[in-house]
Structure formats: C-alpha cells, structure tokens
C-alpha cells in the first residue's frame, strides 16, 4: 500500500524516479546454441558436457541433452566452459574516465544531500573502459555515484549498448550513503598537510551530531510526503512547494530501494543498523572488509542475524592494524558464507573492473572460500541482492543470455574468455586495449 | 645509518684532500656493514617443483640452502644429517620475488618536492625497517625490493636496494654490493599536471621538464671538469691548488656521467621516453630502466636497441590521461622485441600478488610462464644489476627462496614461505599463530582494563598512520 502510494505520488508530482520503471531492454535476435560445454550454471549445478540455447536473447534451454532449434548458429565448445556473466556490485563505469581529469569524471557533486541524484543520468555508454572491463567475463555492474553523504542513486547496468537506455537492467538499485563514521584514528588534513588524530570520543560526538542532521532530513521527508499526500485529498488545502530532495527519499522511505550503507569497522555498522531499524529502511552494507576486529565468525553471525547483504570489496587490500592476521580481509568471504550471509564482489573501480574473478580467486586462495560460493558471489548473489535475479546472474531457461565461453576456470588469470553475450548479443571483447596492441605489436618502420 | 655516512664522509675528506685520483666519492649503498646473519645450519627443501629462472624447472627437486647460499639444486641432492627438512611434495619452489619500483620502508614522505632536482636526496638515510610493508611484502615472497623517490621532480634522489630483512635496522636491509641508482620523473608528475600544490614551479610542461634535466647535466658536466681538471693538476704535481667545493647535487649527476650510477626513469608517454634517450646520448650516459613505461610498446624496437630496461605495471591504468593508452598487452610487447622486462608494483598491497601480475603477462600476449616469472625474478636482479646475487636459483646466491603452495602463476597460489639469505622470515602458518597469539593477548589486556578501577579512556587509535605518498594516490603527490 505505502509503495503504490509512493508511486502514486511521484507520478503526482511529475517526478521521474527512475528506479520505478522496467528495462526497455534490447535484447538479441539470433538463436544460439552452445554445444558440448561445460556448463556451470552459477546455482551450484554443473553440466559436464552439455548445451545452452539462447532464443530471443534469452536462454531457451540448457541441459545434457536437449534441442537445438532448426537454423540456430551452432557454436561447438568443446572442450570449452560456459559461466554466467559475473556481475560487479560497485564500481564508477560510466562516470569516471580518466581518474584525475575532473572533466571526465562525473561521480561526485557538491553538496552532502544529494538523493536526487541519478548515475544513470550521467552514465556514458561509449566509456572505454566499459569493454576493457568485459574482458574476464564481467557482464554487468552496479555504478556508484560518491561523494558527501547522500550522492545519489546507484544503477545497475548490462555492459553493452548503444544507449543508457539499451544498457541499464534497473535504473535505481538503491540510495548510495556514505555512513558517518564514530571511531577515531588518524588521518591525513590536506588543509594542513598534516596527521590529524581524533579520539574515539570526539569521533562520536562528530557522528552524533552528523546523524542527528541526518534523521532531520528523513524527518522532512516524512513530512513533506504527508503534505503532500493531504494536499492530494484536500485540494482547499496550500500548495506544497515541490522539493525533488524530498521527493527523491521516498523510495527508501517506502522500502523500495534500499540504502547502500558505506561503513567499516563493526561500530560504525552497528551503528548504521541501528538507524535502519529506527527509520524502517532497508539496508545493503558495502564494506571492504575492515571491521576493525579480528572475529569475523562474529561479524558473520551478527550480519546473518540481521539478515544484511554485503557487498565486499576490493580484495585488494592490508589490515588497518599491525596486529591483525595479515590476509584478514581476505578471510571476510569465506566467513560471510560460512554464516549465511549473502554477499557479493566488487572492485570499487571503473578501470579495473576486470580483476573481478581475480579478486573472488583471493579469498578461495586466503580464505578457504569455496570455488562455488566464489561464483554465486559474482553471479546469483548479486542478481538477488540487486532484485535482478529474474533477468541475470544465472544461466537457466527465461533468464537473459548474459554469459560468457572460457577455456577453464575463469577465476584463474591465466584463463582465457573467448566468447561472450549479453542479453543474448555477442559482444565484442575487443578495447582500447587491444587496439593500441593490435596497431603497434607489428609496428613498422 | 650514522655509520654509513661516516664511511662515506671519510671517503669524501680524502678526496677533498686530494688524495686520490678518482674525481669523487661513490654516495652509494655502504659495502662495510656487516650482514652475515644467516645461520650456519642447512635447510633442504625436498620433493617440490623447483622453478630456478635460469636452467629450467625441476619436478621432484630439491634445494639446499646453507649458510645462508644456496649450496645445491637438482633432483638429487644431499644434505647433513641435521639438515632441517621441509617436504615440499605438491609445492612449488621459486627465487624470491625481486620488486623493482617500491615505496615501502620509508620514514615519512617519498618526495622531497621543494626543488625540480633533489638528486642529494638519499633514500638509505630514510629507511624504516619497521614499516609493516616488508612484513607483506615478505608474505608474498618479495625479497628485494627497488626503494625510490616519488616521482615529483625531475630528477628525484638516489634510490636503495634494500632486502626485505624484517626485524632487522635500518642499515641491515641494504643489499650489500647493489650499484647506486637515481631516480628521474618525466611527464605529468614533474611537471605538476595534477597537483594543485603552490607555489608554482618550473618545469610545468614536457619542454620544461627535458630543459630541467639538461641544465642539470650541463652543470655536473662542468662540475666534472673542475674535478677532473684539479686531480689531474694534483696528479702533475703542481702546488698550492684549492680543491673544487663538494656539490652534493651534483655529484650522483658525475657519478651517472661516469656509468657508476644507475638512472631508473619514470615515465609513460613514448616521446618523452625518446627524449630522455636523446639526452642520456647527448651526455653518454646509460639508462637502466625506464619505470612504468605504460607506452613502452610504441617503442619496443628503440627501447630493445638501446638496451635499456622496462619496469611496468602488468594491468593498472586509465588513472590519469598519460596512463590512458596504457595496455596490458605492453610486457609481452617489450618482451617479444627483446627488453628485459619486470613487473613492478610501486605499492604497498600489490607488492604481494606480483606473482599474478606475472600470469597477467601470459594471459595478455602469450609470454610462456617461465619468462612471465623471470619478469618478478631475475630480470629485475638484472635490472638492478644484484643479478650475481639473487634472482634465480643457481648455487652460491643468496637464499632467497619462495615456497609456493601452488603454481605460483595461480590466482590460487599462496605463498607459505619465504626465506632471505636462507632466514625464515614469513612462514603463514606461523605467522597466523602469531597473529591470533596477539589478539589473544590484547583482549586479555583489555578484559584487565575493564576489570580495574581507572576511568575508561578512549585510548590511543589503534591504526598505524597512513604513510603519505607510499601508494598509489595522486593527491598526495605519490608516486605513479
């Protein structure tokens, strides 16, 4: 009821929130068949030797025996795997090109409370990062707008297209929130060029005061919708002026769109659940992997508690303290799955969105996560955690045909991809980068 | 350190006092510390994949490390009755991973940028062996490491070749021997691109930034002549001669005009590349490595020509408009015409996945795997010129070792343990005890503080300071 009503009143107020609407998707004309595969279809199943058929840009029918269509260009691949396409949970493709030249990057505004913000709006599909980012089997990504408290909503998007419109698989998968943080520590000033520690103490009392702002503007949010819905009722009543910043929350306010909580160590996140529950949203958590405590059974058991998806990410990276095992953040997936929560990868770039499996084959290799939740955290898990688990992140019969032909496991660097489509399309793995060796590996004079 | 710049003082009076014939002092790494730390034990490592880098791999093979050289590898191999033994079935055995561009283990900033030439500058005087990176490096089996200057001016200061000896002072992690080396910036670093820093400085553009260099050059080329012109006074015996007043800028320049000390060059674009090469002809001097080297494949048949090195990144670009070109493709280019190639990692996290950056080159341009490896192992030794010492292995060099869990080109690999001048000092399993061993010890410590009567403080942070300039970060004026 309070979602129609949302709706309703968006539509009312002649306020496009993207997030409410379908892809309009263009999806391939060609039937496929992929024969003598081995298929694994990213659900924990695997097909030894076996045929996936894609009809209409979606998969038709995948198994050990079944029908290849009359006319469908066969593909033999033997000898050969097939994965789904692997889905990058956070990343600025699209909205940052060259990461020092401001001109080219489009990912943080000005201002702390920017909900109105969209990255689909800036979303640039003919980035050249985009295909250079396809070329170790990531099909689709989440792109992340950053910056100040509030920067905006995140979309997730297939990797090809001509237009935003083509590509995006949902325009608004969530409210980006950069979470205040009320643990101390040291960081550098660039005012001043120096070290500046804060206390714990003085941390919190920043934070408070931060989330204090925070709950006021929720607080507005709820207001000027009830304004606005009593004006709809009573037309004697004033006008409420349009506040798109307003308007803009109410997805989150209504349990559309979740936010997408930016915090580390296990205070702050405490912290930040607890405001969910207070303001009766929905939360995704992205972490990467610095929880500020060794005792990642009970980070696990906590987040499975309270039911939280986690977005982890990059791999790439030390713990905060000297103490700390030295692959700790390495650890996190393994013991996120071992708890049940479920969780998903992310490179946290736009440039090197292709180390995605590398990054997943870390915590395998740290860890002890298994080979198959390793998958599930580039496939299934953020297709569910997203809500596009209808469309993407698996390779069964109705789903787009977002996967790709590799010639092993495509987690290892050493594998190559040789083939792939999305949304039933074979898409080029061609880049800037293979252009640029392509022109000079032969280069003469 | 005090003790190195005594020896290097001395040396210095002695020329001032024009009692030599060499025109100067080598400001290099001190050959006088003493560094035989390696226990007189032996330790064989049996049955693994021994992956040497220069005669092949050996399936079933064993390495013999004692007094810290190796003193055997092959598939045969005896060892002492009370060799310690480590069973290497199912494990793979390469030398240690030698990191040609790093930042790590250094006090405070990288980059003295006040000045567009900073060539006094020396890293050794400034190395922290506490800095928690040589401990990850090690995890990865890095075991020397390239130590440089940022890349904020022109030409940047001299370099050091360290070993990753953790727990070790600061002197005892220079590698004993290793040639003197200087690092030089091109291209947008230097020329401030992407700096808002004030006041503005010369050079601002490519122009400026080969003029910067040249001047440099022209006045340590006068410099020499003086010297060279009293020595040879001194030599006729003339009297009452007054020696040339020491310039400690310009003496690494003399050194580098005299091929004693090795020019290791970041850049990117292939024309400055070309520039430099047209300045280092100009002035006769030989160019050992250029770092990054992003375009390095525009120019693989110049670069191959003049013999020069490239250090590249396996796949890192787009960052900024001169690493916009940039392609993974780049060390099989370099290497297919001939460079010797390494891969570098210029970073504190990355130093310790070199090994997958060495898969990097098989999967982008087909390097066949031994010669991906060679680009972490001796090709970077060469580089360095320590090539007689590590990288490969072969007996009588240092024990540098890495045992592998796995094919060390896996993105499952992880390194178990790594072994400088035949020291155990990263072995996982152990060093997760001791990391749990701490964590115990300091809920044990807290548990007490609750316990006691005194006012709960907030406590110091817990977190280590971010150490400015020693990664990859543009707004700190880092390297890159």
Redesign the interface.
Known sequence: MKRILAAALLVTLGLCIPGLQTSASSLGDETIAIENARIVTGTGSVIDRGTVVIVNGKIAAVGATVDVPSGAKRIDATGLSVYPGFIDSATTLGII?????SATTDVSEIGDYNPQLFAFDAYNPAS??IPAARVTGVTSAVTLPDGGVLPGYAMIEDLNGWTVDQAFLKKSVGLAFSFPSGV?????D?ATFS?R?????DARKTRDKKLDEIKAFFDDARAYQKAVAAGEKDPKLPLTDTDRKLAALQPVLAGEQPLIIQTNDLRDVKKAVEFCEQQKVRMVLRSNGKFGT?DLAGVGSYLAGKKIAVIVGPM???P????????LPQELPAALAKAGVKFAFASED???V??LP?MA??A???GGLSKDDAVRALTVWPAEIWGVSDRVGSIEVGKFANLFVATGDP??????VKQMFIEGRSVSLES???R??EE??N?TP | MRRTRNIAAGLCLIVALGGGTTSLAIGGQPAAVDMQTAPANEILIRNATVMTMTHGTIENGSVLIRNGKIADVGKDVKASPTATVVDGTGKFVTPGIIDCHSHIAIEGNVNEGSLSVTSMARIQDVIDPTD?SI??GL?GGVTSANVLHGSANAIGGQNATIKLRWGKHADELLFVGAPPGIKFALG?NPKR??FQVQPQRYPRTRMGVEDTIRDAFLRARDYKAEWDRYNADFKAGKKNLVAPRRDLELEPLVEVLEGKRLVHSHCYRADEILMLIRISKEFGFKIATFQHVLEG??I??ELAAEGIGASTFA???????E???????NAA?LW?AGVVVSLNSDD???Q??LN?DA??A????GVPEEEALKMITINPAKQLGIDKWTGSLDVGKDADIVVW?ANP??????CEKTYVDGVLLFDRQQ??KD??A??RA?AALREKEKSSDKPKG??P??????K?GDIDD???GGDQ
């Open positions: 090109e060259v990461g020092s030249i050249e990062l101390g520590g040291q960081s550098f660039f070290l520690t804060t206390t714990d103490a060794s790439y990276t030390v905060d303290k000297e103490d700390d095992r030295y692959d736009s440039a090197q292709c180390d590398f084959a870390m395998v290799a740290y987690l290892d660097i050493r594998t190559e800037r980068r293979t640029f060796y000079y590996k280069r | 928690r401990f990850i995890s947008e691109s992407n494949y525009k693989a048949k796949d890192f670009w787009a960052y900024k408009v690493a916009f070109d940039a392609t993974p493709y280019v297919k504190g996290e990355r310790r996945r997958t898969a990097r098989v999967r982008y341009g869990s080109l896996s993105t499952y690999a992880v060093a997760l990391a749990d701490a964590q300091a907030d406590g942070p817990d977190s280590k300071p971010p400015i543009m707004k700190t």
